[in-house]
C-alpha cells in the first residue's frame, strides 16, 4: 500500500477555559488515500469540527495541540508554525456549513473568486475574473458570466454555498474538507450540492473528508466512515460495513435510534438515553459508557484502544456489538436489570445479534 | 412503558454530572474595591451633618491657599474655608444629583423604552421620534435652557435637568435590549399561555433587560457627577453651597492653580476615583450576570 | 400546485380543529408581501396527529404560528370548538389559549434565560390562578417527573441544562394547562441526533397520557412520518397532498412530494431516483408563479399548469388527496 495522502497521528486538542480545560480531541488517528472520500460522522461536541479545523490551521491561538498532521509528506503543523502561505486555500482547503460567513457581503461573487487567485496563484485581474466565470459554470451556476457581477445576498442559499465551493476549488486543492456542507439548505437542494461534490471529486481526483452529524447524507456518498464521540473516533470502517455490521454500541444505537422512511408510522423508537459528554476534566473510562446498554466495569477504569481489524474495520470498544463478547455483556447486563454504569435496562433487543 | 420509563432516571444521572455549580464566578477584587469605596464616600456624606467637621462656609478658618496639614487635612481655599470639609459636603450635593438625575431617566426612560420595543409599531414610533429629540437637542443648551427658566437653581433642579438628559439613553438601551428579547422564543411561549402583556413585560422582558440598564445606570452616575461638574463651570450648578464642580471651578482659576493647586486637586480627586468606581463596578456587574445561555 | 378546494376536510364530528382558505402575508417594505400561506383547508381529529411537512419557505410554520395567532391572518378562518380563532382577538382570544400550546424549535431560545425552570413550567398555572388546574408544588412536581427531569433541579435556571433537558421543560410547561392540542414546531430539529428519539418517545407517551391532539411542523420527512396519521405536504405557502401517514408515503401522487421522497440522503423506496432531478431554486414567495406553484421546478409541466391552479382531488375512497393537474400515475394497488 502506497504512502495515505493524509494521515492523522494521535491528535490531541485542548480548550483552556475559565471553567476547566476542555479536551476536544482525544487521541485522533486516521489515513485518507488519494481520492478517497472518507466521511466524520458525529454530534456537537464530538470534535469532528475542532478536527477540520486542526487540519485548516483554524484553532485559536489558545488551542493547545499535540499529534501530527502528515499531508503528501509534509509536516501539517510545521507549516503552520512556519507561517507557510499558499497551503491552506490551495492544496487543502474547506467548505463551511454557512456560505454567508464565508462570503463578504460587500464584495461580488466574481470579485472573491478571483481574489483567491490573484493572491495565490498570481494571476492578473481579467485572467482571474475569466478563470472565475469558468469555475462557477463547472460547479452548475446558471449563468456564471451575470453571477460573476452579483453580491453573495442577491443567490440562494444553495447558488450561494455552489460560489463557497468555487471558491474552495479555485486553486485545484488536493484534499478538500466539506464541514456541515449541506445542513443549511434544504433536501432538494442537498442532493444537488452532494452531486456536485461527488462529481468534482471525480473529475478532479481529489480527496475529500464530508463532515456531517447525518449518517444518512455520509453512507450515501463516502467510502470510508469515522465515527466521533466525545473527542475520539470510536469506530471506522467502509460505508456498507459500518452499516450492515456496526460494531461500537455507540454507532449501533445511534443508527436504531434514528427513525428510518421505510418503517411505519408510529414505529417505536430506540433512543440513546442520557446526553453527551461533558468535555471538561472527563474521567477516565470510556465516554460513551454511561449510556451504554452494554457497559461492564472494565469500561469504567479504562479508555478502550483501538480493536479490529487495522485500516479496514476498527473501533474503540471492550465489549462489541455485534460479537460474542458484546452478546455476553448485554446478556449480563439484561440480566441484572442494569449495565455498570447503573443504567437501567429491560428488552433491549438491539445489537446483541 | 418499558424504554420510557426509564428515561427519567437516566436523565438525573447525566444531570448530577453537570459541572456547572461547580465553577462559581467570581466579581473579582477590584470590584470590591470599588465598592468599598464607594460605600465609604455615601455613608461618609450621610454622616455630614454628624461628624465633627468644620462648618463648609465659614471663611477665614484658614488663611488664603493654606496648604494641607494638621489644621485641614486638604487644607484651605481662597477663601481660607476648609476644603475637606468642603469636599464632603460638596460630596452630597454631587451625589444627589448623579442619583437623583440617573433614577429620573431610569424611571421614566426604562419602561418607555421598553414599551417601544415590545409594541412597536406606533408606540415605537411616537416614543422613538421623542427619544430623538432629545438627543438631537444639544444638552448643554437643554440644561441652560430649563436651569435659567427657574427662579432658584435649587438641588432638585439641576438634578431633575440632567434627569431629563438621562432619559433618552436609558430609554434607547432598553429598548434596543426589548427588542432583541422581545423576538425570543420564551416571550412567544409566554402569550401562548395566555400571559397579559404587563406580565410579558414584567416577568419576562424585565428580568432580561434590568442587568444591562443597571450596569448603565452605574455609568450613568459616574457621567452625570462629571456633568454637574460642567453644569458648574458655566455658573448652572446648584446655587447654594459647595459642590465638587463648583469647587473644582474656584480652584482653576490662574491664580488658586498657582498659588493654591490642592483646592482644586482634592475634589478633582475624589471625583475622579468616585466616577472609576462606579465605572469599573458597572462593567463587572454587567460581566457578572451575563448569563450563558448554554452550558454546553 | 396548488392546494385550493376543500376536498380534504372531513365531515367527521371527531374533527378538532378545522383550518379553511387560510392566508398569511407579511409586508417586506415598498408595498411588497411575502405570500407566506396562500389558500390552505385541512382538519385535525381528535386525537390525531397531523404532520406538516416541506422545505423553508413553504409556510408550515406559518401555518402553525397562525392557528394560535402569533401571526397575523389575512383571510380564512380557523374552527375549534365553535370559535373561529382567526377573528378572536383580546380576552376571548386569551382565554381558549389555554387549549392550544406549543413547543417551539429552539429549545434554549423558548426558556426564559433568567428564570428558575420551576416558574417556567408553572408560569400557565401562575397566570390562570385555578381556571386551568391548581398550582402546587406537587403539580409542578409531577410535570417535571413526566416529562423526565428530577424535581430537585427546579431551581436552576435553563442554561444548566442540555438542549434535550431544555426540550423537556419545554413540554412541561406546555402540558402544564392542560392543554388540547399542541403544535409542535420542528421540536427536535435543534437537538444532537442522539437525543431526538429521546423527545419523539416523550412526545409520543404525552400523547397517549393526556389524550393530545398533535400539529408536528418539520423538514425532516423521516421523522413527519414516524410520528404523523396524516401527513401535509406544503410548498410556497399550498398543500400538495394530503394524506394518511403510511400511503401518501407508499404511493406519492404529486411530484414534488416525489421529489422530496427521491432527494433525502436515503431515498424512500417507493420513488424513482430521477423523482428528484428538480431544479434546486425555489421561486420568490413574493411573486409566486401563477397556476400551479411547483411549475418552475417540475418535470411533468403542460399549458395548463402555467394558467389553472389545480384544485385538490381525492385518490379513490382512501383518506389521499392530491391538487395536480398530472399526478404520477401509480398502476400497482388501485
Known amino acids: 500500500m502506497s504512502e495515505p495522502q493524509l494521515s492523522v497521528r494521535d491528535l490531541t486538542v485542548r480548550f483552556p477555559t475559565t471553567r476547566g480545560v476542555v479536551q476536544a480531541l482525544n487521541g485522533v488517528n486516521f489515513d485518507l488515500e488519494k481520492g478517497q472520500m472518507l466521511g466524520i460522522v458525529g454530534e456537537s461536541g464530538s470534535g469532528k469540527s475542532v478536527t477540520a479545523k486542526t487540519l485548516m490551521n483554524l484553532l485559536p491561538r489558545t488551542a493547545e495541540i499535540e499529534g501530527d498532521v502528515i499531508f503528501e509528506g509534509r509536516d501539517v503543523r510545521k507549516l503552520a508554525a512556519d507561517g507557510t502561505q499558499h497551503f491552506w486555500g490551495v492544496e487543502m482547503t474547506m467548505v463551511f456549513q454557512d456560505p454567508m460567513t464565508s462570503l463578504n457581503p460587500v464584495k461580488k461573487c466574481g470579485e472573491q473568486i478571483a481574489e483567491t487567485l490573484r493572491y495565490h496563484l498570481g494571476r492578473t485581474k481579467k485572467e482571474a475574473i475569466e478563470e472565475a466565470v469558468d469555475l462557477l459554470g463547472q460547479v452548475g451556476l446558471p449563468e456564471p458570466a451575470k453571477r460573476v457581477d452579483q453580491y453573495p445576498h442577491e443567490l440562494s442559499g444553495g447558488l450561494r454555498q455552489r460560489v463557497v465551493i468555487a471558491m474552495a476549488l479555485a486553486c485545484q486543492p488536493s484534499l478538500l474538507i466539506a464541514d456541515e456542507p449541506t445542513t443549511a439548505v434544504d433536501v432538494t437542494v442537498q442532493r444537488h450540492i452532494l452531486n456536485l461534490l461527488d462529481r468534482l471529486r471525480e473529475e478532479r481526483g481529489m480527496s475529500m473528508i464530508l463532515i456531517t452529524h447525518d449518517l444518512g447524507v455520509a453512507r450515501g456518498r463516502c467510502d470510508d466512515i469515522a465515527v466521533m464521540y466525545a473527542g475520539r473516533i470510536v469506530e471506522r470502517s467502509a460505508t456498507e460495513t459500518l452499516f450492515s455490521d456496526s460494531r461500537h454500541p455507540y454507532t449501533d444505537a445511534l443508527l436504531r435510534s434514528i427513525p428510518r422512511i421505510d418503517q411505519p408510522s408510529h414505529t417505536r423508537l430506540e433512543p440513546i438515553p442520557g446526553r453527551p459528554p461533558e468535555l471538561i476534566n472527563p474521567p477516565v473510562r470510556c465516554a460513551y459508557s454511561p449510556r451504554c446498554r452494554f457497559a461492564q466495569p472494565d469500561c469504567l477504569s479504562a479508555i478502550p484502544d483501538v480493536h479490529g481489524v487495522r485500516g479496514m474495520h476498527e473501533f474503540a470498544c471492550f465489549h462489541p456489538a455485534n460479537t460474542d463478547r458484546g452478546r455476553e455483556a448485554l446478556a449480563a447486563n439484561v440480566a441484572a436489570g442494569k449495565t455498570a454504569a447503573g443504567l437501567p435496562i429491560a428488552g433491549y433487543a438491539g445489537g446483541g445479534g | 412503558m418499558t424504554a420510557d420509563a426509564q428515561i427519567p432516571e437516566i436523565d438525573l444521572v447525566a444531570l448530577e454530572e453537570a459541572p456547572d455549580d461547580a465553577v462559581k464566578k467570581s466579581l473579582g477584587i477590584g470590584f470590591w474595591i470599588s465598592v468599598a469605596w464607594l460605600v465609604l464616600i455615601v455613608v461618609i456624606s450621610l454622616l455630614a451633618p454628624v461628624l465633627p467637621l468644620a462648618d463648609p462656609e465659614k471663611i477665614g478658618l484658614g488663611s488664603k491657599f493654606q496648604s494641607p496639614g494638621g489644621e485641614g487635612w486638604f487644607g484651605f481655599d481662597s477663601n481660607g474655608r476648609d476644603v475637606f470639609s468642603r469636599v464632603i459636603w460638596g460630596s452630597r450635593v454631587s451625589l444627589t444629583v448623579g442619583f437623583i438625575a440617573v433614577v429620573a431617566g431610569l424611571l421614566i426612560g426604562g419602561p418607555l423604552g421598553m414599551m417601544a420595543g415590545y409594541f412597536r409599531g406606533w408606540v415605537d414610533r411616537v416614543v422613538s421620534f421623542a427619544f430623538l429629540i432629545l438627543l438631537s437637542f444639544p444638552a448643554l443648551i437643554l440644561a441652560l435652557l430649563i436651569v435659567n427658566s427657574v427662579e432658584t437653581r435649587s438641588l432638585r433642579v439641576v438634578a431633575l435637568t440632567l434627569g431629563v438628559l438621562a432619559i433618552a439613553p436609558v430609554g434607547r438601551l432598553a429598548r434596543a435590549n426589548t427588542i432583541v428579547f422581545a423576538e425570543r422564543e420564551f416571550v412567544q411561549a409566554a402569550r401562548v399561555v395566555g400571559a397579559k402583556n404587563t406580565r410579558i413585560l414584567t416577568r419576562e422582558l424585565l428580568p432580561n433587560v434590568l442587568i444591562p440598564m443597571g450596569a448603565l445606570a452605574l455609568l450613568g452616575v459616574a457621567i452625570l457627577i462629571v456633568a454637574e461638574g460642567g453644569l458648574a463651570f458655566l455658573g448652572l450648578s446648584v446655587e447654594e453651597g459647595a459642590t465638587w464642580g463648583k469647587m473644582i471651578l474656584e480652584g482653576s482659576s490662574p491664580g488658586a492653580l498657582k498659588d493654591g493647586p490642592h483646592v482644586a486637586m482634592f475634589p478633582i480627586g475624589i471625583m475622579f476615583l468616585t466616577v472609576l468606581a462606579l465605572n469599573y463596578a458597572g462593567d463587572k456587574v454587567r460581566e457578572f450576570f451575563d448569563v450563558r445561555e448554554t452550558a454546553f | ?334
Open chain 3, 1 to 334: 400546485m396548488a392546494g385550493t378546494g376543500h376536498a380534504p376536510l372531513r365531515d367527521d364530528p371527531n374533527v378538532l380543529l378545522a383550518v379553511r382558505d387560510l392566508e398569511v402575508e407579511f409586508p417586506v417594505g415598498r408595498g411588497a408581501v411575502v405570500h407566506a400561506v396562500s389558500g390552505i383547508s385541512f382538519d385535525v381529529a381528535e386525537g390525531e396527529t397531523l404532520g406538516i411537512v416541506g422545505e423553508s419557505g413553504c409556510g408550515k410554520s406559518t401555518v402553525a404560528k397562525s392557528i394560535i395567532r402569533l401571526n397575523e391572518i389575512k383571510a380564512g378562518s380557523v374552527d375549534y370548538q365553535g370559535h373561529d380563532l382567526a377573528k378572536l382577538e383580546g380576552e376571548p382570544l386569551r382565554k381558549v389559549r389555554p387549549d392550544l400550546q406549543m413547543i417551539f424549535q429552539d429549545p434554549i431560545s423558548s426558556l426564559n434565560p433568567r428564570r428558575k425552570i420551576r416558574d417556567v413550567i408553572s408560569e400557565g398555572l401562575a397566570v390562570w390562578g385555578d381556571e386551568h388546574g391548581t398550582w402546587s408544588q406537587d403539580r409542578i412536581e409531577e410535570l417535571m417527573l413526566a416529562v423526565g427531569i428530577d424535581p430537585k433541579f427546579g431551581d436552576r435556571r435553563p442554561h444548566q441544562f442540555s438542549g434535550g433537558q431544555c426540550q423537556r421543560i419545554g413540554i412541561a410547561r406546555a402540558l402544564a394547562l392542560d392543554p388540547k392540542v399542541m403544535i409542535c414546531d420542528e421540536p427536535v430539529s435543534a437537538l444532537d441526533v442522539s437525543v431526538q428519539a429521546q423527545v419523539l418517545n416523550l412526545l409520543e407517551d404525552m400523547k397517549q397520557r393526556y389524550g393530545l391532539t398533535l400539529l408536528f411542523i418539520s423538514h425532516d420527512l423521516s421523522v413527519v412520518k414516524n410520528v404523523s396519521d396524516r401527513i401535509i405536504v406544503m410548498y410556497l405557502g399550498k398543500a400538495c397532498e394530503i394524506g394518511d401517514a403510511d400511503e401518501l408515503y407508499e404511493n406519492p401522487r404529486h411530484p414534488y412530494t416525489r421529489a422530496l421522497l427521491a432527494s433525502i440522503p436515503e431515498p424512500a423506496p417507493t420513488v424513482d431516483p430521477s423523482d428528484g432531478d428538480i431544479d434546486g431554486e425555489l421561486p420568490s414567495p413574493i411573486n409566486p408563479p401563477k397556476g400551479c406553484r411547483f411549475n418552475t421546478r417540475c418535470q411533468h409541466t403542460t399549458d395548463i399548469c402555467f394558467t389553472d391552479e389545480p384544485k385538490m382531488q381525492r385518490v379513490g375512497e382512501l383518506d389521499h388527496y392530491f391538487a395536480c393537474h398530472h399526478p404520477v400515475e401509480i398502476s400497482v394497488g388501485l
